[in-house]
């Protein structure tokens, strides 16, 4: 592999960060107000099982205190609840409320709308190679230590 030099490699850091920021839309007044409560909701709703918070520590690559601040700020505007374990007091599940639920339903259009626009600009094939080349990408960051 060609060993590029700062200047090559920053320019190419910067047209992945005008990606992004292109991507990513400014949050609504109200309900789910940023892009990170937005994953965090639909984790836990598209699970197959109820997750636990290390659970989604380990899936959003946040940390833990990241983890509980967005867990009590989804309690307090009760979009989120906590169920907890019958054995054990300490510990617990979490569930998206009704109201949660609902805020999801209006939330996904006004977020999904930039990543549906890629997808009509570059077309299925192109589109759906871009997101297997970003998954592979993430599982190698991931599985390295980022």
């Given amino acids: 592999m060609k060993d590029m030099s700062w200047i090559e490699m920053m320019k190419k850091a910067q047209e992945i960060r005008l990606f992004t920021s292109l991507q ?3 949050a609504q007044k109200g ?3 940023s892009a990170q409560e937005l994953d965090f909701l639909s984790r836990i709703v598209l699970s197959d099982a109820e997750l636990t918070p290390l659970e989604l520590t380990v899936l959003t ?7 509980s601040r967005l867990i009590e700020h989804l309690e307090r505007k009760e979009l989120l609840q906590k169920k ?14 009704a109201k949660g639920t609902m805020e999801l339903e209006k939330t996904y259009q006004y977020y999904l709308e930039p990543i549906y626009r890629l997808r009509k600009i570059l077309g299925d094939e192109k589109f759906e190679a871009l997101i297997k080349y970003i998954k592979e990408a ?5 599985k390295n230590g980022r």
Avoid at 61 to 67: E, H, N, R, T
């Fill in 61 to 67: 690559d946040l940390s833990k205190s990241a983890v």
């Fill in 31 to 33: 309900g789910i107000t």
């Fill in 84 to 97: 907890y374990n019958s054995n054990d007091k300490r510990s617990y599940t979490l569930l998206c409320t």
């Fill in 24 to 26: 990513i839309k400014r």
């Fill in 138 to 142: 993430n599982d190698l960051m991931m």
